[in-house]
Structures are given as C-alpha cells and as structure tokens.
C-alpha cells in the first residue's frame, strides 16, 4: 500500500476499526475514508453501492460488524447472523464491481468446531458442529469467508480473511449484558471495589480457556497481512497462549486491586470449553505479538478507569 492510496475502514468506530485507524496513521496512511454508521448503512446494498462508485477506495479493511459476548449473541442470534451477512455481502460486492485492489476481512475465531482440536488449526473450519451459544454469528462469519474465497475463484479479486482470538483495548464495549468477558471483569471488579463490595460474579463455571490479543497488535498483524500475504486461505491471528476463565478472572482482580471473593454463577453459559487458536501460519510468516496480557489488560483498565 503506498502512503497516498485511498483505505477505507469500515467500522472505525468500533474495538478493532479504530486500532486500524490508529496503526495506519502512526504509519503514515493520510488518505483514510471512514463513514460512521449514521453516515452510511452497511446493512442497505444501494448506500453501500452509492458510497463505493462514489469514492472508489483502493484498500477496504472490512471490521463492519455486528458483535457481542455469549449472552448477546445466544439471546439475539437473528441480529447477528442478518446484520452480518447484509454488510459482509454489501461490502464484498461493491468492492469487487468498483475494483477495489485488496480487501481483508476479520473473521472470528467462532467459525471453528466446538469440539475440534486445540489449538485450533485453520484447516479445521467446516469439519464439526459449532457451538450453540454463537452458531448465528459463526455461520454469518463463515460466510464472508466464503464470499472472499469464491470472488478470489470467480472474479480474480485480492481478498484476503483473517480469524482473530478474543480481542480487547481502547473502545471495547464495557455493557455488562452485551459485552465479552474482559471488559465486564474490568467493569465488575472496578465497580466492586468502588462501592466496597464483598465479592464479584463471574459467569459461568470459571474453568473455560480462552485467548486474549490486544487489538493493537490485531491491528499490527492485519497491516502485515495487508501488506504480505495474498490467497484464500484463512490466517488466524491469536497469541498462542491461553488461560482458564478463572485464572482471568484472578489477574484482572489483582491488577484492579479488588479485595473480596470471586464467585460463579454456574446458571451462565459457558459456552465453548477451550478456544485457542493456532498460530503457526502467521509466526511463519515473521509476525509475532508484542503486548503481554499484563500489560494489555492493565492499560486497557486505566484507559477505561479516567472515563
Ligand atoms: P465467548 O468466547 O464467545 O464464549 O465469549 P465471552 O467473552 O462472552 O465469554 C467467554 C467466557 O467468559 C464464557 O465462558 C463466559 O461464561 C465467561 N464469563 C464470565 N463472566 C463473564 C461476564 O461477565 N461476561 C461475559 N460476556 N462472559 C463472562
């Protein structure tokens, strides 16, 4: 990508558009096109069709997208799986019928097996069953990989699909009903110990094991990914190193300063036992990550703490 070539991140606003936002500028991109959701409605084909003829974007990061945590997305799965399919579709083919010269679209680490083997390698998509708590988004998800993939086939085009872990930084959304784990922990022990409560509710039986990368460094590796690697194939993006929900649950205890008890509300989903992802593909590659867990959640914490 030269530093003059028009890159439109759709979904700027949110976690991972705004980290792009942020990687790009510190590189020196300066010609960014970026529309807020009141602006321009991903979901409405002819807004989409009228904006792409209109400005003709050479580089699309695709982070448009409709996402939420387990309660979310088990309790407004319809939302998810339409709203995603209409701006991924959108988005897709008005990139290809105005030649847009690469697209990357961000996944979800969701799209695997419940039950497939961990960590979970990228040619293991499509080979079980998903997990129920976020089947509607997943098949949403696996669709715009197969729309990058069958437009690459049919139509020559450059798009490229990347599967992130479980994200978190600047931006997440902390709404206790909607959010992912991190930020609701950072919410409900900060609140805890604010009010001096005695303990904290965590969801769930604490014993899942998931990933977590700081959105900078998704936003770094979708920049070399942009930059380097062209194909089909899906790349994931994680850190290589997973915790169990409990362990989580002690460390954002202990950064925040949380004195009282930790207890389960085993009536919460657990959703899928383990999730880690593989990451032998993008390391090959000579991309690794730089933020420590510490370090991410600690400044995600003072970041959210000064409002
Ligand atoms: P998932 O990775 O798609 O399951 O999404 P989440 O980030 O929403 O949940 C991850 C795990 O954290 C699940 O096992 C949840 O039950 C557990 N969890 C524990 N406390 C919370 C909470 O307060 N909010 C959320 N969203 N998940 C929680």
């Not at 990989?145 to 872990?165: A, H, K």
Request: net charge neutral; charged share 20%; proline share 4%.
């Amino acid at each position: 990508m030269d530093q003059t070539a028009k890159i439109y991140v759709a979904g700027h606003r949110g976690l991972v558009g705004s980290a792009l936002v942020r990687a790009l500028q510190a590189k020196g991109f300066g010609n960014l096109l970026l529309r807020t959701s009141r602006e321009l409605d991903l979901t409405r084909q002819s807004a989409v069709e009228h904006f792409f003829r209109a400005e003709r974007p050479d580089y699309v990061f695709l982070a448009a997208a409709r996402v939420g945590g387990i309660w979310a997305n088990s309790t407004q799965p319809a939302e998810f799986i339409y709203q995603n399919l209409m701006i991924e579709a959108n988005i897709i083919q008005a990139a290809k019928e105005t030649g847009v010269r690469k697209l990357l679209f961000l996944g979800s680490s969701c799209i695997y097996p419940k039950l497939a083997p961990q960590p979970l390698k990228e040619e293991y998509l499509l080979t079980g069953p998903l997990e129920p708590t976020n089947q509607a988004y997943a098949l949403a998800k696996i669709a715009g990989i197969e729309l990058c993939r069958s437009y690459n086939l049919q139509y020559g085009t450059d798009f490229i699909s990347v599967m992130p872990t479980n994200l978190y930084g600047i931006n997440d959304n902390f709404d206790l009903e909607s959010s992912h784990v991190l930020p609701a922990l950072i919410r409900k022990f900060h609140e805890a110990k604010i009010s001096g409560k005695k303990q904290v509710v965590v969801w769930g039986t604490g014993q899942p094991v998931r990933e977590f990368l700081h959105v900078d460094d998704l936003a770094a590796a979708c920049l070399f990914l942009m930059e380097n690697y062209s194909g089909s194939d899906i790349v994931n993006i994680g850190c290589g190193a997973g915790l169990t929900i409990r362990a989580l649950a002690e460390l954002v205890k202990e950064i925040v300063g949380f004195a009282g008890e930790i207890v389960f509300d085993t009536g919460k989903p657990d959703g899928t036992p383990v999730k880690l992802l593989d990451i032998s593909r993008l390391t090959g590659m000579g991309w690794k990550p730089r933020i420590s867990l510490r370090d991410g959640i600690t400044a995600t914490y003072h970041w959210w703490a000064k409002g």
